[in-house]
Nanobody
Framework: QVQLVESGGGLVQAGDSLRLSCAASGRTFSSYVMGWFRQAPGKEREFVGLISASGGSRTYADSVKGRFTISRDNAKTTVYLQMNSLKPEDTGVYYC???????????????WGQGTQVTVSS
């Protein structure tokens, strides 16, 4: 069982940066792939990026590639999403999630946080 709590969301202007954190409970954190997803109003939840259990592999959605960076600290059982050059279309609720598989689809993720709101104004 893994419990996830996101933090760091807020209201920023286009071009600003923001760092989200996702703190996990449970001793098995280091065995999970960690993903970030987001959901804008009226839209489906979409994949943002993921990081492998060891941290050695990362995958990003094309829409955030080059602007967002995922990292993790297994000793602190925390995963981060550094978001730079934010755009209004990045607005949404951001969720972290844990999976035992290296997959992009949200339905393969077993544990989810409650989400944190990110709003980017133009």
């Amino acid at each position: 069982q893994v419990q996830l709590v996101e933090s760091g969301g807020g209201l920023v202007q286009a071009g600003d940066s923001l760092r989200l954190s996702c703190a996990a409970s449970g001793r098995t954190f280091s065995s999970y792939v960690m993903g970030w997803f987001r959901q804008a109003p009226g839209k489906e939840r979409e994949f943002v990026g993921l990081i492998s259990a060891s941290g050695g592999s990362r995958t990003y959605a094309d829409s955030v590639k080059g602007r967002f960076t995922i990292s993790r600290d297994n000793a602190k059982t925390t995963v981060y999403l550094q978001m730079n050059s934010l755009k209004p279309e990045d607005t949404g609720v951001y969720y972290c999630a844990a999976s035992s598989r290296l997959v992009l689809r949200p339905d393969f993720y077993d544990y989810w946080g409650q989400g944190t709101q990110v709003t980017v104004s133009s």
